[in-house]
Antibody
Framework: QVQLVQSGAEVKRPGASVKVSCKAS????????IHWVRQAPGQGLEWMGR????????NYAQNFQGRVTMTRDTSITTAYMELSGLRFDDSAVYYC?????????WGQGTLVTVSS | IVMTQSPLSLPVTPGEPASISCRSS???????????LDWYLQKPGQSPQLLIF???NRASGVPGRFSGSGSGTNFTLKISRVEAEDVGVYYC?????????FGQGTKLEIK
């Protein structure tokens, strides 16, 4: 069965970077984009960007241009999202999701807390 | 593309129908005649789940009481008879442009 398992919660200082992983299993990793979506406390969903596992094609939302980097390691079927220059308002749950017809499978979410 | 949902809050009596509107600032109709609009439900404490893709196609396992319609810039998600398990926040999302965007969300609650 398709599964996306994300890394655990993180607490970071302002200005630091965080790297969240998303381990995929149960399907051909190379065949589907992985998207990243975040949700600040009590807020809606915000699309951050996507990466194709083989072509390494990436697209980032304008709000995150220059601060986000999405990568992958096909040997371990894992996608990564790194966000730098963390601010207090980057505190959120970060989700990865597989894109098929729609974002059909989602990770469990990773809570990132930015605190001094 | 800016996505605008209404209403933002939707109290519904179980067994009654419910309807959520989603409007886009640009047409989501592709030249291939598909509308690039998806619907998601985020139940309390859970990750979002896909309900509808390409405007009207139900995702695997989604009950038949959910339906999507519309074209161009105006779309609707309908629930024919709301059940208690349908509570949560519903989001539309456009996928026509590479930089996807979500609506603000509509919170459905049971009266």
């Amino acid at each position: 069965q398709v599964q996306l398992v994300q890394s655990g919660a993180e607490v970071k200082r302002p200005g630091a970077s965080v790297k969240v992983s998303c381990k995929a299993s149960g399907y051909t990793f190379a065949g589907y984009y992985i998207h990243w979506v975040r949700q600040a406390p009590g807020q809606g969903l915000e699309w951050m960007g996507r990466i194709h596992p083989t072509s390494v094609d990436t697209n980032y939302a304008q709000n995150f241009q220059g601060r986000v980097t999405m990568t992958r390691d096909t040997s371990i079927t894992t996608a990564y999202m790194e966000l730098s220059g963390l601010r207090f308002d980057d505190s959120a749950v970060y989700y990865c999701a597989r894109a098929s017809e729609g974002l059909d499978f989602w990770g469990q979410g990773t809570l990132v807390t930015v605190s001094s | 593309i800016v996505m605008t949902q209404s209403p933002l809050s939707l109290p519904v009596t179980p067994g009654e129908p419910a309807s959520i509107s989603c409007r886009s600032s640009q047409s989501l109709l592709h030249t291939n005649r598909y509308n690039y609009l998806d619907w998601y439900l985020q139940k309390p404490g859970q990750s979002p789940q896909l309900l509808i893709f390409l405007g009207f196609n139900r995702a695997s396992g989604v009950p038949g009481r959910f339906s999507g319609s519309g074209s161009g810039t105006n779309f609707t998600l309908k629930i024919s008879r709301v059940e208690a398990e349908d509570v949560g926040v519903y989001y539309c999302m456009q996928t026509l442009q590479t930089l996807y965007t979500f609506g603000q969300g509509t919170k459905l609650e049971i009266k």
